[in-house]
């Protein structure tokens, strides 16, 4: 009787000296969070950003822990999963989708403590960062590809949401084609989702029948660029290099490159020298990159896009230059005016030449 | 002509998964069970589906391994609820939760990998007329089986015995227990064949629409087939019809917008589940009810003992 009791505390003891063990291990590690819109397996928006986690923790090693929430959606579940993660101990939050702007901003006031990093918004606080790649660069760049490849001179956009984001894409990518194709038409199509495969190949679908034969899309799957291939069309990838998806279809793609942004601020949260900062990086930024020109695109057009990006990357070229008209005729830019920041950042109108109005 | 013809095959292949889907839940609410996990059961069958496909090079592997997936997925419904008694409403919840999850995880290899495209019916001659033949007679094997299978479920719930037995069991578990029959054995047919439903409209969605895999996929698909079988207050012609109506809406205001014709996009979106709710509303009153025809036994569990 005594021998078991003996053991019972035996096996008491072990367990509580190793569950301190484990909390004193945990304890030590930096845990940084990250929340997704989509599936990690999305081969898009979101698939990246679980790139860069997977980068982080291969930088630091068993000094960090990472933890993630796919697929959250924008609103109150949003607000709840970041609650949950900051109660858990996380350091650093990083969420990854627009949406997520107010629900970050709700949750940083209560916990002040932990460091939040939101991606693509525009609300700051003492700990809260906001950071974001200027995809306008790559889309005018992909804009002058598309111009030059269509046959049909009809360009195809799959919207999602009528945020700034997406307006200035849409309206990078027509200035772009209209550059080296003055009789470009783009026609727009909203699906209201970032992630919706059936909807995007309905849309993408819908779009070819009208007679686009260069597609963008401004949704994270692959979808898209599957039709485009099975139609025998053209499209410019998202977020990831796509290429498995449509090898002859994709002419270029722009792909997120996060992975040395959240190093940098992982080790700057750890080392104590994280501030509050606005971080919106171009292609001279390393934060956005394109793959190998397809095949089928001619020389001298790839030359011009090269010549496109690296002007961009120098400073030498702004694709928001003037004179440009908003979509009513009014003047917006003067001759040789440069956009600023701040009105790129809120975008809510389209250019002149763009067809369709913008929904609400 | 050329346009018209491609909006009409749009919204046919659109409303498709949606037809497979609706039509099961219909059989499976019509013997008075409701199964929530509509969208677990779809996910799994695009998996299935999608990956039979692939590792074996045959659609029709594919299709019949997308069947048995949701039929397996449905099976363990039908286990926890009808054997075990748990509550329908939160184990349909949490097969919803568990298919997404666990396509995900075995799925993994499979986002990135590409099938062929699914062959397209020949009809001799049929195929070949003018207009006729591009608007009704080149569509895939897998919708004309759908149409079939609304009719044939029609016909087996009008002009069978069995047919009028499930009813029966819907409508009044304690009176077809009462005269002999076995509510449990044809609570589990009902739910595993509503299972194998969802389980095509999955692969539909995985092997002719999009045809990819990737997790989420289904994106809400089940919840909107639940939706129709209320809407279509549970005859299968009307949920059909229900799914056609709302795949149109979907393909009608994508095309529109390409025309540049705006409608908010986030009003037609909410359509489908407006009327749902209004059909809702209509069946809360008592006096439409009976002719609304919804199974009066329907989401209660059934104790034999009582």
Redesign the interface.
């Known amino acids: 009787m005594k021998r078991w009791r003996l053991l019972a505390w035996g096996i008491v003891a072990l367990c509580a000296g190793f569950s301190l063990n484990i909390s004193a291990q945990a304890a030590d590690k930096f845990k940084v969070g990250f929340v997704y819109v989509g599936p990690v397996g999305d081969h898009g928006w979101s698939y990246q950003h679980h790139e860069g986690l997977k980068a982080v923790q291969k930088a630091f090693g068993d000094k960090v822990e990472t933890t993630y929430a796919e697929s959250v959606s924008e609103g109150p579940d949003a607000e709840r999963v970041i609650t949950q993660m900051a109660q858990k101990g996380a350091d650093l939050i990083f969420a990854t989708s627009f949406g997520y702007m107010n629900p970050v901003i709700k949750v940083a006031k209560r916990f002040p403590k932990v460091k939040f990093e939101h991606a693509t918004g525009f609300k700051r606080a003492k700990n809260v960062s906001t950071y974001n790649v200027r995809f306008y660069e790559g889309r005018y760049a992909a804009g002058i590809v598309a111009g030059r490849m269509t046959k049909t001179n009809t360009l195809g956009y799959i919207a999602s949401f009528p945020i700034p984001e997406v307006v200035m894409g849409i309206n990078a990518t027509y200035l772009g084609a209209k550059s080296v194709n003055p009789n470009i038409k783009l026609k727009i199509v909203w699906v209201s989702s970032w992630f919706d495969p059936g909807k995007e190949t309905a849309a993408a679908k819908a779009l070819r029948d009208q007679g686009v034969d260069v597609m963008f899309q401004h949704t994270d799957s692959a979808a898209p660029m599957k039709l485009a291939q099975q139609e025998g069309i053209y499209a410019i990838g998202q977020a990831s290099d796509m290429h498995s998806f449509g090898p002859d279809a994709q002419l270029t793609s722009l792909i997120d490159s996060w992975n040395p942004y959240y190093i940098k601020r992982v080790k700057e949260a750890m080392e104590g020298t994280w501030k509050s900062e606005d971080v919106w990086g171009g292609i001279n930024s390393g934060m956005l990159s394109f793959p190998e020109m397809n095949k089928v695109v001619p020389a001298e057009v790839a030359a011009e896009f090269k010549t496109t990006v690296d002007a961009i990357s120098a400073g030498k070229f702004h694709p928001f230059t003037g004179p440009l008209k908003k979509q009513d005729g009014t003047p917006f830019l003067a001759d040789g005016e440069v956009i600023t920041d701040g009105v790129l950042a809120s975008m809510n109108f389209y250019i002149e030449g763009v067809e369709g109005s913008l929904p609400k | 002509m050329e ?1 018209f013809t ?2 009409f095959v ?1 919204i046919i292949i ?1 409303a498709t ?1 949606l037809v497979f889907a609706a039509i099961g839940e219909v059989v499976v609410e019509r013997s008075g069970v409701l199964n929530l996990g509509v969208e677990g059961m779809i996910i799994i069958g695009a998996l299935a589906g999608f990956a039979f496909t692939v590792e074996t090079g045959s659609f029709s592997l594919g299709v019949i391994a997308s069947m048995v997936a949701g039929a397996a997925m449905a099976f363990l419904f039908a286990v926890l609820t009808q054997s075990l008694m748990t509550n329908q409403v939160a184990t349909g919840l949490a097969l919803t939760m568990f298919g997404l999850g666990l396509s ?1 995880l075995l ?2 290899g499979y ?2 990998k ?1 099938v062929p ?1 699914f062959p397209k019916v020949d009809i001799p001659y049929l195929s070949d007329l003018p207009f006729i033949g591009d608007l009704f007679f080149k569509f895939d094997i897998l919708v004309y089986l759908s149409i079939a299978l609304v009719i044939g479920v029609l016909w087996f719930f009008e002009k069978t015995r069995t047919g009028l037995t499930v009813r029966a069991i819907g409508d009044n578990h304690h009176a077809a227990h009462s005269i002999g029959y076995s509510v449990k054995k044809y609570r589990y047919l009902t739910i595993m064949f509503g299972g194998a439903c969802a389980g095509i409209g999955g692969a539909y ?1 995985s092997l002719v ?4 895999w ?4 289904s ?3 089940g919840w909107i087939a639940l939706a129709l079988v209320v809407f279509g207050a549970w005859q299968p012609v009307r949920a059909m019809l229900g799914a056609y109506l709302f795949g149109g809406i ?2 009608l205001q ?2 529109s ?4 014709i ?1 409608i ?3 009003l037609l ?1 909410m359509l489908p589940y407006l009327a749902t709710i209004v059909v809702l509303v209509l069946i809360s009153r008592e006096t439409v009810k009976s002719k609304m025809r919804s199974p009066a036994c329907l989401g209660t569990p059934f104790y034999a003992s009582q």
């Open positions: 346009l491609s909006i749009g659109a998964p995900a799925g993994q986002s990135g590409s495209t969605l629409l999009t045809p990819l990737v997790e989420n996929m994106s809400g698909r979907t393909i994508l095309h917008q390409g025309f540049g705006t908010d996009p986030q979106s």
